[in-house]
């Protein structure tokens, strides 16, 4: 249908350009929020003039970004006498394109009514007569199941770069991303199966259909509610995903110079850096998702807000989208922004305490949460 | 078998004074995290209501615009050239400074004057490389003439090219001894006749 392709046209235009920017503005976000963490004031001394004037736009240091990129793009593209030409240029697309593809099935927005929408443009609301599309890429029941096999992919993608870099640094950068990320995906499974039990759906825009509801009288039905600890838990499990410090064991500058992009040099070695700030968004995009209700505010839902005392507030469908989409990206940003905190607080693991910190404390708390949660769920009945 | 009137010590011993010791709440991982993430986020807050509020929330000076008002109490950081009464400077180019300097960043051209009996060779050309001086104060040390001093000032050269951080005589002798109550001018006589005049 012509309908439905231009509306997923629009959606896949916005979530690359949301995932592009939120991966640009976060290396100022970091640059910046780390300088200020410290006493310091950050990078601002690249600016842009204006042609033929002396006025220099600085803008608090936001050009960074692009000098950033343009001096990546126009370095040498080094690439090391290797056996493995193939894998060695494809390892870094391994990584970025299953961190962008995971967004696909992350809900950012309720259901759109373009009929609704458009009331104002008769012909265009005629055209899209009553059809109703949610606000997500791809609309799988499956959604959570995807999350984790994309997710799962970008280990490879780490592995083909250390092995076929012959550089003994690669390999071992490349090992210990695969030791850790393999543990953590556990982990990180482990801690969204409670809420599978509670939900009892793996369908994504489902789980934040449900946290619009109400528990205990006033609390929003957030999954930070229902499951705290594994909120706490799928946090640091993502981080750890995601090798930033303090989990940053596989790139690990004083040990191993840069991992398993050691080998790596220009844009090739941006494409890791960039995945890496992307995927930062993506996890905040997923932690608001399971534990943040989503893209709406405590207690809203598609039609506006039920509050606790049973009160009603209805909002017009135009009204409705901008909040979600405007509440989607706040929430995105403020984990973003945490992610950075935490990364700009914590030193580094050992390597032993890495594996030992994920097997013996989070494994064992994760099963017993899902313990109580699972007994919980059958003395309960089910959910609501 | 042990003798159990001399139980066996299981204790650790410390290997250093200040070895640190962990309570239990600090080896449960999770709450010293969260004692850390409110020590930056604390931090963070601060700074960004300084900013917020108009006031600088970092102890970062802008170097080239902004000049720390902080510098040590002795701090010397420029030189003089001394001037005669009438203006000309008490330097008589001999070269010792430029000999002595560890840094090779005074280059003088001595010029020759037949009138004056008294001092005929005076500088054409006294420059300093400010690039490469490491403000050792050898160059005050070695003059035999008291011609060159250091002052309590810092050079004010920050510049995207070194060649602009040359200076020459006439800034070199902008100084007007007079003023110096600490070295007074002219120079107290000194015990030895036919001293530096």
């Not at chain 1, 939120?22 to 300088?35: D, F, H, S």
């Amino acid at each position: 249908m012509m309908q439905d392709f231009v509306v997923h046209v629009v959606y896949l235009f916005y979530a690359i350009s949301v995932l592009m920017g939120m991966g640009t503005i976060l290396t100022w976000v970091e640059r910046k929020q780390g300088a200020v963490i410290s006493d310091r004031i950050g990078a601002n001394r690249a600016y842009i003039r204006l042609p033929f004037t002396q006025i220099k736009l600085v803008w608090i240091g936001l050009f960074h970004g692009v000098a950033d990129g343009l001096k990546l793009l126009l370095k040498e593209d080094f690439k090391p006498a290797t056996y493995d030409a193939f894998a060695y240029a494809i390892a870094p697309w391994v990584v970025f394109a299953p961190v962008l593809l995971v967004f696909a099935v992350v809900p950012f927005g309720g259901a759109l009514h373009p009929g609704e929408l458009f009331s104002g443009l008769p012909a265009v609301a005629a055209w899209f007569g009553d059809r109703t599309y949610q606000l997500q890429i791809a609309q799988l029941d499956a959604g959570l199941l995807i999350v984790f096999a994309f997710g799962g992919l970008t280990v490879i993608g780490a592995m083909l770069a250390g092995w076929s870099s012959s550089n003994k640094f690669s390999m071992l950068g490349a090992l210990r991303a695969g030791s850790q990320m393999i543990s953590y995906e556990l982990v990180m499974g482990l801690t969204v199966l409670g809420l599978i039990l509670i939900f009892g759906t793996v369908d994504l825009t489902a789980i934040v259909n449900q946290q619009s509801g109400i528990v205990l009288g006033v609390l929003p039905a957030w999954g930070v509610v229902l499951q705290p600890l594994a909120a706490v838990l799928f946090l640091t499990a993502a981080m750890a995903e995601n090798r930033r410090t303090p989990f940053d064991l596989p790139e690990a500058e004083s040990e191993l110079i840069a991992g398993y992009y050691t080998e790596y040099s220009a844009m090739k070695m941006g494409i890791f850096m960039f995945a890496e700030f992307i995927e930062i968004a993506v996890i905040a995009a997923l932690f608001s998702t399971l534990f943040l209700g989503g893209y709406n505010l405590p207690y809203m839902h598609d039609r506006g807000f039920t509050l606790p005392g049973g009160h009603e507030i209805v909002l017009a469908h135009g009204t409705v989208l901008v909040l979600q989409l405007v509440t989607f990206l706040a929430k995105m940003l403020l984990m973003s922004s945490f992610q950075i905190l935490v990364r700009w607080t914590l030193p580094r693991f050992r390597y032993d305490q890495l594996l030992r910190f994920a097997w013996k404390f989070l494994f064992p708390i994760c099963l017993a949460n899902l313990v109580v949660t699972a007994v919980a769920v059958w003395a309960l009945g089910g959910f609501q | 078998m042990s003798n159990p009137r001399t139980p066996q010590v299981k204790r650790r011993v410390r290997v250093y004074w200040n070895e640190p010791t962990m309570g239990r709440w600090e080896s449960v991982y999770l709450l010293e995290v969260v004692r850390g993430l409110l020590i930056t986020g604390g931090v963070f807050l601060r700074n960004m209501w300084k900013w917020c509020t108009g006031r600088k929330g970092a102890v970062t000076a802008y170097y080239p615009e902004e000049m720390r008002p902080d510098y040590a109490k002795g701090n010397r950081g420029k030189h003089v050239l001394v001037q005669r009464p009438d203006g000309s400077p008490q330097c008589v180019a001999c070269n010792m400074c430029a000999t002595v300097c560890p840094a090779k960043v005074i280059e003088i051209e001595a010029a020759h004057d037949p009138a004056d009996p008294a001092h005929p060779k005076s500088p054409a050309r006294f420059e300093i490389d400010y690039s490469r001086c490491i403000f050792c104060g050898l160059c005050v040390e070695a003059c035999p003439e008291d011609a060159i001093r250091m002052v309590k000032d810092v050079p004010d050269f920050p510049g995207p090219d070194r060649h602009a951080m040359w200076i020459g005589k006439e800034e070199l002798l902008t100084w007007q001894p007079a003023r110096d109550a600490a070295k007074p001018y002219p120079a107290r006589p000194r015990a030895t006749a036919g001293g530096p005049t």
